[in-house]
Every structure is written in structure tokens, then in C-alpha cells.
């Protein structure tokens, strides 16, 4: 989707259906704005329910301060112009209140930005700008601030976080990929203690470059590969409804039966990918025009190595994360349904799924999908598009349950004589 075409209203609606949809404002939190090429700035409107917003109930605000829409601006606007005029670089800027980030503002801590290695390119450095009455020109000074020395993401003090990019979605990839990161944090710190990466693991990150790779035309779509991108489609979309994705991270692919396989595009946002828009690799040959997730190279030698493996999944769900980041294990032995379909969940080292995909994809035995790359993602497979995603499901669920019980007690895992009694019942590879 081409957000340049969108109208700044549009965009607006779009976002803020997004952000609330997902849990990160309320009904009566959070604003939106964005400059325009005339110098109008449109943003969403005070006092009205961001769970019902059309196009109408934008507000433009010209550069002469004329207001014109059907109701007030919101009544932090005075901050949004502010950073306009404090960052001629900024188009677009997000203000919201999800409780993670909340948490953050009302300790007075920043969120680690090197836990991950896409935090800190997507978030950058982080600013906290000091409490200010919400609406108040003292409350914009103190955000422009912040941005004046360069910031893009500022937490506020006892309120939320600001977002200043080139566009609304820059914005929003940035302030999703820090709620994500903040929610990580928060339950890494519940289970133990958070591991960072080094600025050269950051850096070595940064510079992977697309996988090189000769290019085929697909004059020839059958109807098995037309039904897999129509089927990869819709969990890609339920993996990020079910915030298992964000809006640039996330990988699915599924393999054809002539040995090819289907795989997430690289960067593109997960929410309007379309069947066409997937990557069809054939060997080392890829679809004419298109660039495959950067991990295609290890999708290719898993289905090389595994031939039981049908789809994989690299996903960063926030609560698989929280034990990705820490040295504390991953323990499937909760209940016989997160037994059954996670059994052994290695930790293994971070770029390993890069540097080694030979070693990385030899891991992936009957009695081993799913693994964990320190610091990075977690990695599924399974017999089916819908068997892999059971299985990301029901991982994410079982850490957000372990995570619990440290409030609760002393997990009790399942014994290994009832271990032994469930590989028997459901012929499970030892």
C-alpha cells in the first residue's frame, strides 16, 4: 500500500484504528498530526472516541492558525506545532499512552534499547522530556527540547511517549517496536535479568544486506501456490492482529510440493501484505522483482535438512522474547498441550540463524521446532501453516503463563514419568 497516495485525514483514520485496536490508547487518549506539503497540519480531535473516527472528524490547522473541521482540535496540539517548527525534518508526529510505555514514564526510566537489535534502529536513541501540564506551552517547550537536540522518540514524564518522524508510518513502526520492546523488558525483569547486545553485535546486525540471489520470471502459478499465499496471508495478518508480528518483523514461509517455497517479502508492512506480494524461491533462484525476508537462506536449509518440516515461522511474540533475552530457560513442561507441541526449546546464540544456517537448521529434529535465537527471535516449525502457527500460539501462551506464576508460585513442571506416559499416548520422537 502506498501511503504517499493516502490523504493526511485518511492516514490519520488509518493509524489511530491501529493504535487503539491494538491496546496502545484509550477513547479519549493520544493524538495524531501530520504536516502537509502546504504547511496545514492535520490531526485528530479532542474529546471525540478514537474507537469511532471517519475522515470528518479531522481537523486541518493552517499556517495562519485559522482551524478548520466540525469540532476542536486536540488539546495538545500547541506540542505538535512545536516540534513542526523545532524540526523542519518532521512530518508526521504520534502521541499515545500504552501501558508499558506508561510504566516507564511513571518509574522515570528509559526503555533499553539493546535488547533487540531492531529497537535501536527503528527507535534510535531515546529522550525523557520533564512532566508537564498536558495542553500547556510549557509541556511543548519542554518536548521541542528534546527534539531540538536530535531526538525522534521522547518519553513524558508521569504521561506517554511522542514520536516524531518523516511519516505517520515511520512513526508508528517506531512506536509499535517500542511498546514491543518495553513489554519484553518488563516481563524479562519478572523472570530475571535482561541481556544486552554490544554496540559491534548492533552493528553487525545493521549491515546484513539482502540475500544476493539469481532471479526467475513465475510465468506458471499453480493452483497449490496460489492457494498457499492466499493461506500464508491470512496468518500472517492473524500473527499480527494477535500482536505475534509487528508491522516489519515477522516471517512465514511454506513449501510447495515440487520443493519450492513461499516466504514473507522483507520490510513490508504485515498488515496490507497481499498474496502477490509474497516470494516465491526456487533453489537459489528468486521471483523476479522482489526481495525475500533476509532470512531465506536458513528457511532453504531447514526444508533441505528437515524433510518433515512443510512451514516455518520467525516471529518476536513479547513474552518468548522476555526468555530470549534472559538466561533463564523456556520450560515446555507446563501443561500436555504446551508439551506436546513445543517439547525441546533450545536457546541458541545470537546471528547464529545468519552465520550458521547450516548448524542452525540441523537443530530442528521431530522433537525439536522450536527454538530460540538469543536476543533476536524465535523460530517455528511444523508439518502445516496451520500446525507451525498452533505452535507460536501456544509457545507465546505458555511463557505469558510461566511469566505469571512468578506472582503466584513455584512452578511445578510435569514429571518426567508423566513425561514418558504422554510420548507414549501421542507417539511423540524422543
Sequence with gaps: MNLDMLHPADQLVMFMERIYGYGMTTTSGGNLSILDDNGDIWITPGSIDKGSLTRKDMVCIKPDGTIEGIHKPSSEYPFHQHVYKTRPDIKAVLHAHPPALVAFSIVRKLPHTTMIPNIRFQCGEIAMAKYGLPGSDDLAAKISEEF??????????????????????????????????????????NIGTPNSLTPEQIDWYKSRQHVVMDEFVSNNITSEEKEVRRDMIKFIRRAYRQQLFTSTQGTFSQKLSDGSFIITPSGADRKYLEPEDLVKINGNYKEMGKFPSKSVRLHSEIYKQQPHVSSIIIAHPPCMMAFAVTDVPLDSRTIPESYILMRNIPKLDFGSNYLKPEETAAVFKENTPIALIKNDCAIITGSSLLNAYDRLEVAEYSARAIIATRDLGELVAINQEEIDDINIAFHLAR
Design 148 to 189: 531540538d537536540k536530535g531526538f525522534n522518540t521522547v518519553i513524558l514524564e508521569n504521561h506517554g511517549v511522542v514520536i516524531g518522524a518523516k511519516s505517520m508510518f515511520d512513526a508508528f513502526k517506531s512506536f509499535e517496536t517500542l511498546d514491543f520492546s518495553a513489554r519484553i523488558e518488563i516481563d524479562a525483569h
